[in-house]
């Protein structure tokens, strides 16, 4: 297998990688990414933390704050840093329920997925490139939004639908 990488930027790389599969020479095209932590999180009324982002080039999406994962830094480490400088929340407690790749066939980018309980106000901490504003609103709500096409991040599709199931909530 031979591999070389044709683009290095932050936080992604592409490598190219020439290898042999069942005899026949391929080539595939992985991005390198070093893996984000998503963060469902509620407040003291039960209602989910959500943050309006800037996605270029969707626009303003609805999604649970996220993060990518710095070099060395786990990824519960990272959902409690991420939880705080996006939110101005801090948690007590970080529980990690899913782990997801999101696009298999050519990005090694896994999510984790956590929930988050014993939040307490702090302040945020947005990079000058982050435009965010947070949100709250009812689970159900936020399912029903899911299921009418009105939530397009993968991240929050899948960490809300899948505590939903493991809650028997549908």
């Given amino acids: 297998m031979k591999k070389k990488t044709v683009y290095k930027g932050k936080p992604v ?19 390198q990414h070093p893996g984000a932590a998503a963060i469902l999180a509620f407040d003291e009324k039960g209602k989910v933390i959500l943050v309006k982002q800037h996605r270029f080039p969707h626009g303003y999406i609805l999604e649970i704050p996220a993060g990518t994962l710095e070099k060395g830094e786990t ?11 996006e939110t101005g929340y801090r948690a007590k407690k970080m529980t990690h329920f899913l782990t997801y790749y999101p696009s298999v066939g050519y990005n090694q980018e896994a999510i984790h997925c956590f929930v988050a309980s014993g939040l307490t106000k702090s302040k945020t901490h947005l990079d000058t490139d982050e ?15 899911i299921k009418k096409d009105k939530i397009i991040d993968s991240k929050t599709i ?10 028997k909530l549908f």
């Fill in 131 to 145: 435009f965010i504003t947070v949100k709250k609103m009812d689970l159900k709500k936020l399912i029903n939004m």
């Fill in 158 to 167: 899948c960490a809300v639908m899948v505590y939903a199931a493991q809650k």
């Fill in 75 to 85: 990824p519960r480490k990272c959902a409690l840093r991420e939880i705080e400088e």
């Fill in 13 to 31: 790389s592409i490598d190219v990688y020439n290898l042999t599969i069942e005899k026949r020479k391929v080539r595939r095209e992985i991005i």
